[in-house]
């Protein structure tokens, strides 16, 4: 029972992070990515790979995961979003679709669909991290660690411009904010948060192959942000533990394996429509007159 | 599953898939836009829709690939130097009256004209009586009908499975990005500009980089030609 | 008379702001063309003209949001055109808009604070190494943005959101927001238009106050009377070309310009 629930909290953790980092774009820049799982791949493959052929250890991991993720940002990011910002959303599906192809294909560097087994334990200032119960106490750091970074930024004058851009983007160019380069900023923090998460999975599950990252994924990272709630930022956390909760909800219920996986799959689509119909601002969010368009 | 004909088959598939985009409109998409939902949402809402779709046929159907009986269609068929199959021939003039069909629809109909003013101005249709509800689940019924013989073809040239649908919305976002938005012609040279690409790509690039080749595509217009081939300028904001 | 006296002091120093042979064309129609005038320093510009003259497209041209096909706009020297909006609002020029375009959702004091030199603040790096300089920063962005309100009288509605004030003062905050940049170029398209009664007398004196701080004023408007009282220098705007500039007396009498200006 407490290996099942650490596994839970472990996950919690893993998809807070994601979520929280995701939120960063969709609520408060009003940057819809789709191309978030690819970023946690991204971090979970150049950890992964860092530590199997160059023997870096766990901080190397990290930096490795956190340095690339942003770097595939920025690459789509420049040339994106200094067009209109529907456009993005196309540019980051494509990303998606790429970076699984590079994933499934690359097979000298990433196996292809067989995936990396092996992937060592992470080594913590010398505590090597085995136990269960010992790696929610890392995952739950890291997400903590995530919240605070966010919170610090979101509660900025730095944060005052982003909600300044999703409110009145030509309004903050007149009063010499530079859009395009904020936007480009938090597009690189999200995307280092998120490779973050991906090295995290990568060193717990210990195997990592390219169907764990693909588009569904990134779908299911938008829904934890917009059904918790992205107007704050704890409302994604709340949308991991509530949608994680589902598929053990549905393991009580004997459904068989073949149907259990797109059964869980309809299920955050009803979700989804659901809530747009009925509570757009997700679990946190305040219910409010949604009047303006145009962004 | 049923044994039915093939041309009832077909039809019967334009009537779902048109059917689908009706009922997707008028219990889905049109009430948010009532309540002044944002483009988010209603993005949202399909994203929603899309997983929760492919999903439920993954359930009802199997998720195993279905390929289609295609018969004599499979037959070669010799043009000059060049061997096709029939399969092929009928997927372009599938397309070529298609592509016909749907721009004299729009030209010369009541209803196609009525699409067009709704699209250039809404406030402008409402007050010469054009109702505008009844325009847009015709659109959505129509782009929706459109694209079962899609689905079909490609169920018989490479097989069908429920989630192959978004690598194909994929590739249709982006070449009507590139011919341009609101542009029919533009569209259509998007897509073959597209499917070119992608062919010649993986005649000298192994065959799994296609999708990389399109994006690649992709990128480089938006930031050399932002508009598309034919689509309007950019409008600027109001300001 | 005083408006009379300042042109004549202002007819020799050199313009803050230079407009020469400003030109763009939307597919065949030229909204603005061959345009040219000066805007001197610590005076009210007004700048007048039919409806369809080009007068925002010119404001649009100068702050950025547009980009001019021909021309040159010179602030103390530096080329502007060509620049990014957000370079133009740096080198010193900044404006309002006709649909006010404020932070709607964001509070009276913010929509001010972001007007106020924040640069640790807003830059990732300082933010998260230099926490006592930014907060700093703050604390001197917060009563310099308090000080801007005084100003403006809106300190107490500083806490309110500003889709909730009124008009007048949602007008007030628009102008509140730039002047706290320090720019020393305000670009004001309409202040007055939708105002009457109380609040259209207070935005002469206003506006007065802002030159006596050392601001120069470039500003659109449609009445007449008020710009006669308020402008030192008049420009003349008609089909995108300028057709008279000087004294706002001769302007607003001349015959020939009203019969333009009103279309009979």
Redesign the interface.
């Known amino acids: 029972m407490t290996a099942y629930l650490a596994h839970y909290l472990v996950m919690v953790g893993i998809y807070a992070i994601l979520a929280v980092s995701l939120n960063l774009l969709i609520g408060y820049s009003g940057i819809f990515s789709l191309a978030h799982a690819a970023i946690y791949g991204i971090g979970a493959y150049a950890s992964a790979l860092a530590a199997l052929k160059l023997g870096l250890g766990f901080w190397g991991g990290l930096v490795v995961a956190a340095g690339v993720g942003a770097f595939a940002s920025a690459l789509v990011a420049i040339p994106s979003l200094r067009v209109a910002g529907d456009y993005y959303v196309v540019a980051s599906f494509g990303l998606q679709v790429v970076v699984l192809a590079v994933f499934m294909n690359w097979t000298d560097l990433t196996n292809g669909h067989a995936g990396l087994p092996g992937i060592p334990r992470p080594n913590v200032f010398g505590w090597v991290i085995d136990e269960p119960f010992e790696y929610v106490i890392l995952s739950v750091a890291f997400a903590a660690l995530t919240y605070a970074v966010c919170w610090r930024l979101t509660n900025s004058a730095f944060g005052r411009v982003l909600q300044a851009i999703r409110d009145d983007e030509i309004a903050a160019q007149a009063m010499g904010k530079n859009v395009m380069q904020v936007k480009i900023v938090v597009a690189c923090i999200s995307s280092a948060l998120g490779a973050m998460a991906g090295s995290l999975y990568a060193h717990y599950i210990t195997y990592i192959n390219p169907s764990s990252f693909a588009l569904h994924e990134s779908i299911f990272i938008a829904s934890l942000v917009i059904l918790g709630g992205s107007e704050r930022l704890a409302g994604p956390i709340v949308g991991a533990f509530v949608l994680l909760a589902i598929p053990e909800a549905l393991k009580f219920l004997a459904i068989p394996d073949t149907v259990a996986a797109p059964l869980r799959q309809v299920i955050y689509g009803a979700l989804l429509v659901a809530f747009m119909l009925l509570r757009p601002e997700g679990l946190l969010g305040r219910a409010r007159a949604q009047v303006r368009d145009g962004r | 599953m049923l044994g039915l004909p093939l041309a009832l088959a077909v039809a019967g598939a334009i009537v779902a898939a048109a059917g689908s985009g009706l009922l997707i409109d008028r219990f889905?998409y049109q009430?948010?836009e009532r309540?002044?939902?944002?483009?988010?949402?209603?993005?949202?809402?399909s994203?929603?829709?899309?997983?929760?779709?492919?999903?439920?046929l993954?359930?009802v159907f199997k998720?195993d690939p279905l390929r289609l009986e295609v018969g004599r269609l499979a037959d070669a068929v010799r043009i000059g130097p060049v061997y096709l199959t029939w399969l092929h021939l009928v997927s372009v003039a599938t397309a070529a009256f298609a592509y016909l069909g749907l721009m004299a629809f729009l030209k010369y109909s009541r209803w196609g004209q009525a699409m067009r003013a709704v699209s250039s101005s809404p406030e402008m249709a409402r007050t010469v009586g054009i109702d505008l509800r009844r325009v847009h689940l015709l659109t959505y019924a129509v782009g929706s009908a459109i694209s079962a013989p899609a689905g079909i073809l490609l169920a018989m040239d490479v097989g069908a499975d429920p989630y192959r649908g978004?690598?194909y919305v994929?590739l249709a976002?982006?070449a009507v990005?590139m011919g341009g938005i609101g542009s029919i012609p533009g569209a259509l040279l998007g897509a073959l500009f597209l499917a070119l690409l992608e062919n010649l790509g993986v005649w000298k690039i192994?065959s799994?980089?296609q999708?990389?080749i399109?994006?690649g595509a992709?990128?480089i217009f938006?930031?050399l030609r932002?508009r598309g081939i034919f689509g309007r300028k950019?409008q600027?904001?109001?300001? | 008379m005083a408006a009379e006296a300042a042109t004549q002091r202002a007819a020799g120093s050199t313009p803050i702001l230079a407009v020469r042979g400003l030109a763009r064309a939307f597919g065949g129609i030229r909204a603005v063309d061959e345009c040219t005038f000066d805007v001197r320093p610590g005076l009210i510009t007004g700048l007048i003209g039919p409806n369809g003259a080009g007068k925002t497209t010119v404001f649009n041209l100068i702050t950025g949001f547009l980009k001019a096909d021909r021309g040159s706009i010179l602030l103390r020297g530096t080329e502007l055109l060509g620049l990014p909006p957000h370079e133009v609002e740096r080198r010193g020029v900044v404006r309002t808009f006709q649909h006010l375009r404020l932070w709607s959702k964001m509070t009276v004091l913010e929509n001010v604070l972001l007007g106020c030199a924040t640069p640790m603040g807003e830059s990732v790096f300082s933010l998260f190494l230099r926490t006592a300089a930014v907060r700093a920063e703050d604390t001197r962005a917060r009563e310099r943005a308090m000080e801007v309100l005084e100003f403006f009288g809106l300190a107490g509605r500083r806490h309110q959101l500003a889709e909730d004030l009124a008009y007048p003062e949602q007008k007030l905050l628009s102008m509140a927001r730039i002047f706290a940049t320090d720019a020393p170029v305000m670009l004001l398209d309409e202040p007055a238009s939708g105002l009457d009664g109380e609040s259209l007398r207070r935005i002469v004196p206003l506006v007065r106050r802002l030159v006596a701080h050392g601001k120069t004023v470039l500003l659109i408007e449609h009445n007449m009377e008020l710009i006669a009282e308020l402008s030192d220098v008049v420009v003349f705007l008609h089909q995108g070309r300028v057709l008279a500039a000087g004294a706002p007396a001769a302007i607003t009498r001349d015959p020939a310009l009203t019969e333009i200006y009103f279309g009979v």
């Open positions: 889905i009430p948010l309540r002044g939902a944002l483009r988010t949402t209603l993005f949202i809402a994203l929603g829709l899309l997983i929760l779709i492919e999903n439920l993954a359930i998720p978004t690598t994929l976002s982006v990005i192994a799994e980089w999708s990389t399109s994006f992709f990128l938006i930031v932002p950019i600027s904001a109001e300001i």
